[in-house]
């Protein structure tokens, strides 16, 4: 099937709850955060979007809602891809975990969380991954001071 067919059937069925763009041919869905969970459902149980390849998250300070969450999913059947988009703000920066779906997830929201502070409820473990315990802010926001000293932590014997 080629991908503006995959595309097609995609934007379709998320008509009323998704805003569906292509972007550098790519299908990119806008979803609120609360359909996150169903929408990635959807997408890997009815179109074979099967590969979870990663999370991360993009910090526009000035903007309300502050973070916007980005997903990216790959069909090994179709092989195409989808983008996914939802806003959370900066009061409340969360969205559910996708770890039910996708294992893999795991990792990669712990990953988001270190640098940008998003909690994906229902994820047991939010422990740090790439920075240690006692870090404090999360580094690729904004308005992280780069000159921010960190404390110190004692050396282990």
Not at 13 to 42: C, M, N, Y
Not at 120 to 148: Q, S, V
């Amino acid at each position: 099937m080629p991908n503006s067919a995959v595309f097609e059937q995609v934007t379709a069925d998320f008509a009323t709850l998704a805003q569906a763009r292509t972007s550098f041919g790519i299908l990119e869905l806008a979803v609120p955060a609360a359909a996150l969970l169903a929408v990635a459902r959807k997408l890997k149980d009815a179109f074979g979007f099967d590969l979870f390849l990663d999370v991360t998250a993009v910090d526009w300070p000035k903007r309300t809602p502050r973070f916007t969450v980005v997903y990216h999913f790959y069909s090994t059947t179709h092989h195409v891809r989808v983008r996914v988009k939802t806003e959370v703000p900066e009061a409340d920066p969360a969205v559910d975990t996708l770890t039910g779906l996708f294992g893999s997830a795991g990792f990669m929201e712990r990953e988001c969380h270190d640098m940008y502070g998003i909690v994906f409820r229902g994820n047991a473990d939010l422990r740090p991954i790439l920075l240690y315990e006692g870090f404090e802010g999360h580094p690729l926001r904004k308005d992280y001071a780069k000159e921010h000293e960190q404390p110190l932590v004692p050396y282990r014997e």
